[in-house]
């Protein structure tokens, strides 16, 4: 399965922007889905989660109520919504995907699949 990440850019803080990852020689159907982040100098964080199996959302405490995942079945791709931009939201962001344990969510080792990561920017 290969994933192609797209959408980010340069934005104002405050502002919103959308990300998505498209996947291709497979579908995301039978995976769970995650968005990633890396800011420069820091380690890779997890961002959001569509668990394949009870289809719910997970998100990290820092982007709770302005971050939302969803799934386009129609597209194959999985979006990021972000809204409220902060500076500290400026970061690569990857999508991946991979079967983690529901505990495991939230760990990047759980994936088996990366996208190329899409920089997002977030002026003050």
């Known amino acids: 399965v290969q994933l192609q990440a797209s959408g980010g850019g340069l934005v104002q803080a405050g502002g919103s922007l959308t990300l998505s990852c498209a996947a291709s020689?497979?579908?995301?159907?039978?995976?769970?889905v995650a968005w990633f982040r890396q800011a420069p100098g820091k380690e890779r964080e997890f961002v959001a989660a569509?668990?394949?199996?009870?289809?719910?959302?997970y998100y990290d405490d820092s982007v709770k109520g302005r971050f939302t995942i969803s799934r386009d079945k129609a597209k194959n791709s999985v979006n990021l919504q972000i809204n409220s931009l902060k500076s500290e939201d400026t970061a690569v962001y990857y999508c991946?995907?991979?079967?983690?344990?529901?505990?495991?969510?939230?760990?990047?080792?759980?994936?088996?699949?990366w996208g190329q990561g899409t920089q997002v920017t977030v002026s003050s």
């Open positions: 991946a995907a991979g079967r983690p344990i529901v505990s495991a969510i939230s760990r990047s080792l759980s994936y088996y699949y």
């Open positions: 020689g497979g579908t995301f159907s039978s995976y769970s």
């Open positions: 569509s668990a394949v199996q009870n289809m719910r959302t």
